[in-house]
């Protein structure tokens, strides 16, 4: 198995990136925060964990991997990590970027790239539980040499979906977050309805749950998600929705004392009036 190299270890990335690891590839990560890793790593700046490789920037850590794995949180994180690695990528590379930021991030990083170093995208959908056990939604944008380079590494996370040439993957994770999070602030509004009516909570989420809407519903009262509220604020911000998704923006960044939490907080708060 070639060498990874994997940036961003944040909430799904960590998990991410131990479960390439149990799976045999050798990894050296990095990470802004370098105690993220685990305490074994003992806070510092390089060290071994749990079989990553943990090194103290990200140009040392793509040095000599044949796939490198990106999975930051928007697109000037993006950014500033591609300024530090672009020079260090040797031709034969393939940069997996796994962030949501966007097809025009992916562009822009796809456009700086060196002769004979490929860039695929693949955002993820799917939670932090998931993200360990491998049991994500791989959204794949590509050529196909370069997919099926990177397609053992990413069938390891979870189940792929090819979606297209590249930007594809990147822009159907656009697609895809807006209908959740905006079906959820439905779901959300519709609780809230049934509490001003003087409906049962149980009765009224029951037979939302047993139509249509029953995955939103679960999403909406998710305790084991680990989704900020200032995420999904973000990714409705990158897609430039019309105007429902827009006021489903505005809605989230309402209440900014629930930026860190998941979603389905944000969907309590609503039912309770807030």
Same mark, same amino acid.
């Given at each position: $198995?070639?060498?990874?190299?994997?940036?961003?270890?944040?909430? $799904?990335?960590?998990?991410?990136?131990?479960?390439?690891?149990?799976?045999?590839? !050798?990894?050296?990560?990095?990470?802004?925060?370098? #105690?993220?890793?685990?305490?074994?790593?003992?806070?510092?700046?390089?060290?071994?964990? +749990? @079989?990553?490789?943990?090194?103290?920037?990200?140009?040392?850590?793509?040095?000599?991997?044949?796939?490198?794995?990106? $999975?930051?949180?928007?697109?000037?994180?993006?950014?500033?990590?591609?300024?530090?690695?672009?020079?260090?990528?040797?031709?034969?590379?393939?940069?997996?970027? $796994?962030?949501?930021?966007?097809?025009?991030?992916?562009?822009?990083? /796809?456009? &700086?790239?060196?002769?004979?170093?490929?860039?695929?995208?693949?955002?993820?959908?799917?939670?932090?539980?998931?993200?360990?056990?491998?049991?994500?939604?791989?959204?794949? #944008?590509? %050529? !196909?040499?370069?997919?099926?380079?990177?397609? !053992?590494?990413? +069938? /390891?996370? %979870?189940?792929?979906?090819?979606?297209?040439?590249?930007?594809?993957?990147?822009?159907?994770?656009?697609?895809?977050?807006?209908?959740?999070?905006? #079906?959820?602030?439905?779901?959300?509004?519709?609780?809230?309805?049934? +509490?001003?009516?003087?409906?049962? +909570?149980?009765? =009224?989420? #029951?037979?939302?749950? =047993?139509?249509?809407?029953? %995955?939103?519903?679960?999403?909406? *009262?998710?305790?084991?998600?680990?989704?900020?509220? /200032?995420?999904?604020?973000?990714?409705?911000?990158?897609?430039?929705? %019309? !105007?429902?998704?827009?006021?489903?923006?505005?809605?989230?960044?309402? &209440?900014?004392?629930?930026?860190? &939490?998941?979603?389905? *907080?944000?969907?309590?708060?609503? /039912?309770? @009036?807030?």
């Amino acid at each position: $198995m070639e060498k990874i190299a994997f940036l961003g270890l944040g909430r $799904m990335g960590l998990p991410m990136a131990r479960r390439l690891a149990s799976g045999g590839y !050798p990894l050296t990560v990095w990470n802004r925060t370098p #105690g993220r890793v685990t305490e074994q790593a003992e806070g510092s700046v390089e060290g071994s964990a +749990e @079989g990553l490789v943990v090194v103290a920037d990200p140009a040392a850590a793509v040095r000599g991997a044949g796939v490198v794995v990106t $999975m930051l949180a928007d697109p000037a994180a993006l950014a500033a990590v591609a300024r530090q690695i672009v020079a260090e990528l040797a031709p034969g590379t393939v940069w997996v970027d $796994m962030s949501s930021v966007g097809p025009a991030a992916v562009a822009e990083v /796809r456009e &700086q790239l060196p002769d004979g170093v490929s860039l695929v995208d693949a955002p993820v959908l799917g939670s932090v539980g998931p993200a360990g056990t491998g049991g994500l939604t791989v959204l794949v #944008g590509g %050529g !196909p040499e370069d997919v099926e380079r990177v397609r !053992p590494v990413l +069938e /390891r996370l %979870g189940r792929v979906v090819d979606c297209g040439g590249p930007g594809a993957g990147a822009a159907l994770k656009l697609v895809a977050i807006g209908a959740i999070v905006g #079906g959820v602030a439905v779901v959300a509004e519709a609780l809230a309805l049934a +509490e001003s009516l003087g409906l049962p +909570e149980e009765l =009224a989420e #029951g037979v939302l749950a =047993a139509g249509p809407l029953g %995955g939103l519903v679960a999403r909406a *009262r998710a305790v084991d998600a680990d989704f900020p509220v /200032r995420l999904a604020a973000k990714d409705l911000a990158l897609a430039g929705g %019309g !105007p429902v998704l827009d006021a489903v923006r505005e809605r989230l960044l309402a &209440q900014p004392e629930l930026a860190e &939490q998941d979603l389905a *907080r944000w969907v309590d708060a609503v /039912r309770a @009036g807030g």
